[in-house]
């Protein structure tokens, strides 16, 4: 699914330069979930939005489904994006301006689903997250956990191959948190979507098929968790 | 991306305000001084284009219609001589004391035409008629100038020029550009009115063509045959009057100003809160570039922003103006609102609005959309 080799990624250039990520090897297979840990400043965001077409590698390859994208004119990233892609982020991102539905309406849009269509898929994936009530409400007027399940809800609403969190539970109590690592893996497995996620919550480690730890821009080692959890 | 674009739009409501206001704003500032520029256009050479006439021979090197002088009518015969002139009819347009019952006098300008021709006479006749003013000083004047002129009815008995006056007619809504109205009488009692004109003068000659003939072909033989004189056709004495009073007074210029005015306010309060909603939204547009929507999508959601606030604040702008323009009507300054003009305002709108947005667009390209993993 994903095969990264080498990848370097260096944020300005000269004595303020700094070495994101020093040569990274990482695989993504199909349908797995991988955690991503490492000290803060390791790179793991960087990572993530590299192999998510949001940054530009400086060099080193990444492979989605066989095809390149270091080196692609930006012009071409949006389109990858969408059609692989789903993202969720620590802070949310919600649209405060629209409703729950209408949040995830918005990423099926962007694909191009007809508007029934959208409606229909969007009810039905807030119903899947435990939101079948709060199809009509703001994200203001809802908690850090709920705003999550709608953020996890867009994310899977495109059926993107892959789904890509960074820190999703960081912002969240350590009960929410739960509920959202349980609901995203366990949507993500129904649905055979691969899933990686960045955190720093060892509470949440049991839910992965593999976590993979990251220090001052490489990956440390691999080691399989067992799915007990899950 | 609609749907984004009029919910954020209205998810700060008093952003909304202050962009509206500005809008509607600029928009009716450019109407009116649009309407007012329109309306002198249109009054300041009415008596030239309702004239029917197709050429006018008029005393040599005048400024404008109302700025002739008397001249010899014994030239007629030359000008009836000239291929092409069907009819050659006298016209007056002269500056003359009116007395109001107050006994303050009020400059007027009595334009005197011939009865039995049908070039130079009053339009828009709303109460008495013409054929009365065969009768010895009778006048015709406009209703808008009652006030000011001190007439409440037909068959009043005024006095102008050191004569009596009996008003026997009311016309609509023919206004003069200067303070001073057109009062309508025939050319036999205008004469009486003219102080220093005989039977002898006149001001102008309205030249009829007849069938066959082009005005421009007349007016060169005619220019041939009366050298002394100038020879203009409608359209050529319909601009030499407009440019004079609306151009060359500076009185239409002022007004184009206030609307090019109206523009520039517009666009910079609208670039402003647009740019600024920008700047708020730049996260969403991140989250949204993230997603993997083009620049295009998010240039949409801009423009439709753009666009939907043109649309609103063209609709309050185009009621205000509508009000404005019809309690203008009976006043001294009416505010022309056409059709053309109320659809020409909203593409301007929607093009202030999109040029407006150009700022904000180039923000939006700059939006890099691995800010959205920050903070
Ligand atoms: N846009 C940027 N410009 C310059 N340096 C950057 C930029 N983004 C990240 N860095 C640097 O690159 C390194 C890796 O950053 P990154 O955000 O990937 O770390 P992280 O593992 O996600 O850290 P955290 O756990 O704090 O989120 C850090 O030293 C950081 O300061
Ligand atoms: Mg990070």
């Not at chain 1, 330069?17 to 040569?23: D, M, P, S």
């Not at chain 1, 993500?188 to 949440?204: F, L, P, S, Y």
């Not at chain 2, 009815?153 to 006095?159: A, D, F, K, S, T």
Request: proline share 4%.
């Amino acid at each position: 699914m994903i095969e990264i080799r080498n990848l370097v990624k260096t944020y300005g250039k000269g004595s303020a330069a700094v070495h994101a990520l020093n040569g990274v090897d990482f695989d993504v297979a199909a349908g797995e979930v991988v955690m991503l840990m490492g000290p803060s400043g390791s790179g793991k965001t960087t990572l993530l939005s590299a192999m998510g077409c949001i940054l530009q590698a400086t060099s080193g390859s990444i492979q989605i489904d066989g095809r390149e994208i270091v080196g692609l004119p930006e012009s071409k990233l949006p389109r990858i994006r969408l059609e692989h892609f789903g993202f969720i982020f620590q802070g949310f991102n919600l649209f405060p301006a629209l409703t729950a539905r209408e949040n995830v309406e918005l990423s099926l849009k962007l694909k191009g689903v007809s508007s029934s269509q959208c409606r229909r898929r969007a009810t039905e994936l807030l119903e899947q997250v435990g939101l079948g009530d709060k199809l009509k409400t703001h994200p203001a007027d809802l908690s850090g956990g709920q705003k999550q399940r709608i953020a996890i809800a867009r994310a899977l609403a495109g059926d993107p191959p892959i789904i890509l969190a960074d820190e999703p539970t960081a912002a969240l109590d350590s009960h929410s948190g739960q509920t959202v690592m349980e609901l995203l893996t366990a949507l993500a497995r129904q649905r055979q979507r691969a899933v990686v996620v960045v955190t720093h919550d060892n509470r949440v480690l049991h839910y992965a098929d593999r976590t993979v730890h990251i220090a001052d821009g490489r990956i440390a080692n691999h080691f399989e968790e067992g799915r007990t959890a899950a | 991306m609609l749907t984004l674009a009029w919910k954020n739009l209205f998810h700060d409501k008093v952003r909304l305000v202050v962009t509206l206001v500005g809008i509607v704003f600029a928009l009716v500032l450019i109407l009116i001084q649009f309407g007012l520029f329109l309306s002198f256009m249109d009054t300041s050479a009415n008596i030239v284009e309702h004239s029917r006439a197709d050429l006018w021979i008029s005393s040599p090197k005048i400024p404008h219609v109302n700025g002739g002088s008397p001249m010899a009518e014994s030239q007629r015969w030359k000008a009836l001589q000239v291929p092409g002139v069907q009819r050659a009819d006298r016209f007056i347009l002269a500056w003359v004391p009116w007395k109001l019952p107050s006994g303050a006098i009020e400059q007027v300008q009595v334009a005197g035409f011939l009865l039995d021709g049908d070039m130079g006479r009053p339009w828009n006749i709303v109460a008495g008629s013409v054929e009365a003013l065969r009768a010895e000083d009778t006048v015709i004047v406009d209703e808008i100038y009652k006030e000011k002129l001190g007439v409440t009815r037909l068959g009043q008995v005024v006095e102008m020029s050191g004569r009596r006056a009996r008003v026997v007619g009311f016309t609509h809504g023919i206004r003069s550009f200067t303070t001073s109205p057109y009062i309508f009488t025939s050319f036999k009692n205008a004469l009486n009115y003219s102080p220093g004109m005989t039977e002898k003068d006149t001001v102008y000659f309205h030249i009829r063509v007849a069938p066959g003939f082009t005005p421009a072909q007349v007016k060169r033989s005619l220019q041939q045959m009366l050298p002394q004189f100038d020879i203009y056709t409608n359209d050529e004495m319909l601009s030499k009057t407009r440019t004079y009073w609306v151009f060359e007074t500076g009185a239409g210029i002022t007004t184009l100003m206030g609307a090019i005015l109206g523009l520039i306010v517009g666009i910079v309060v609208v670039a402003q809160t647009i740019y600024a909603a920008t700047v708020d939204h730049i996260r969403e547009f991140g989250t949204l570039k993230a997603m993997g929507a083009s620049n295009m999508r998010i240039y949409e959601v801009i423009l439709a922003q753009a666009a939907m606030s043109a649309v609103i604040g063209y609709t309050f702008a185009i009621a205000i103006a509508y009000f404005v323009s019809q309690g203008s009507q009976g006043g001294n300054a009416p505010i022309a609102l056409p059709p053309q003009v109320a659809a020409g305002t909203l593409l301007l709108a929607i093009g202030m609005c999109a040029g407006a947005s150009i700022i904000s667009i180039r923000k939006a390209t700059t939006i890099d959309p691995a800010m959205v993993f920050r903070g």
